[in-house]
């Protein structure tokens, strides 16, 4: 595994026998996002955490899809937890919490977020199937457990409403973005100062 960082950017490459993996983000970008993983849908998702997050994103992902999608879709959390982790550094100045309501047509979820320096995943979804396309969708699962296990996160994913599961994820991509953004954001009145009475996150 190598790791860089510079600003508010990381470039994390995380190694395995079932998978290779690089992950770029910068968490000051413009929602660009740049994905080779062999997984199009997940692919989906991730676009909309890079678009609502203003988190610019590249990842390239070569895993054995020939068995099927685990270990690309956990392992890919994993490294880009690592990754933000890496970017926003000790965190002096963020505004550390996060959260968002995000609808699509009859589907809503709700995200909320704690750059606690604590990972914790508390998921509450019932998909009203159980594969979108051929993506099984217990991999989000395991893609939100390797993510908050590596940037060391506490979040809540709460999917309020759905019919369609195709809504129900995109729903929980979208506000998944936009609780990350609310959080890693600097916020002038903290300028410096670690947004915790411990004094470290």
Not at 35 to 55: C, Y
Not at 139 to 146: A, C, D, R, V
Request: hydrophobic share 40%.
């Amino acid at each position: 595994m190598s790791v860089s960082t510079s600003q508010r950017t990381a470039r994390v490459e995380r190694n395995t026998l079932e998978t290779q993996i690089t992950v770029t983000v910068n968490l000051d970008g413009t929602g660009q996002c740049k994905l080779d993983t062999g997984v199009p849908f997940f692919e989906h998702m991730i676009d909309q955490v890079a678009r609502h997050g203003l988190i610019d994103i590249e990842i390239v992902a070569n895993g054995d899809l020939h068995i099927d999608a685990h270990h690309t879709v956990e392992d890919t959390g994993i490294t880009l937890g690592m990754a933000l982790a890496q970017a926003w550094g000790d965190k002096k100045g963020v505004r550390r919490y996060g959260h968002a309501y995000v609808p699509l047509d009859e589907a809503l979820s709700r995200v909320v977020l704690d750059l606690s320096g604590r990972p914790g995943l508390i998921m509450d979804v019932d998909y009203t199937r159980a594969m979108i396309g051929g993506f099984d969708v217990d991999l989000f699962g395991e893609f939100f457990q390797g993510l908050v296990n590596h940037a060391k996160m506490t979040l809540h994913i709460d999917n309020i409403k759905g019919k369609n599961a195709h809504h129900q994820a995109e729903t929980i991509f979208k506000a998944f973005g936009r609780a990350l953004r609310m959080a890693v954001e600097m916020d002038d009145r903290m300028s410096g100062v670690m947004p915790s009475t411990k004094g470290v996150l």
